[in-house]
């Protein structure tokens, strides 16, 4: 319908977000750009917010989009944060093709720990995209923080990215002054 009648090639409205058709309005350049800034930067953990609809998991597929062609970049995107600790850093490991000898939760934190390590020494930087993390348990988003960010401060891997919704009140730190 819309192809026809706009003289489009195709159609621009999807289930799934498509960054080919995201409009960089103001807010979402800024955005991006924060995003971008915070992965180069190896800020830690980057948290965006909006009302539903605003944009939001278009922007993190525009991010993935940008960081996937980047050798210096592995991603691990998690679009259902609904896992218990030891499915979360599976999913992390295995969407960053990591292979884990073993299966104990230990085990997966191991890999995960030697897995960042080994990315920092490279000079790579790890981003972890959370999709709807407000709907974490908080026990669970302490996994990858200590992870990247473990007392010895000198081997700190790189980034974390965590998207939310338009409250994040399970995480007052996060919340900041909203």
Partial sequence: MYESFYGLKENPFNVSPDP????LGENHREALAQLLYGVKEKKGFIVITGEVGTGKTTL????LSRLNGNSHTKTAFVFN?????HEFIQYILKD????VNGGTKGDYLHALHRY?????????RVVIIIDEAQ????ELLQHPGRLLHPPDRRRTADSLSVLRGRRFRSFPELAGGQ
């Fill in 81 to 85: 944060p609904k896992l218990n600790a």
């Fill in 20 to 23: 080919q058709f995201l409009y």
């Fill in 135 to 138: 709907g974490l348990d908080p």
């Fill in 96 to 99: 960053m093709e990591v292979k």
């Fill in 60 to 63: 993190i597929h525009c991010l």
């Fill in 116 to 124: 960042l390590l080994e990315a920092y020494q490279k000079d790579e």
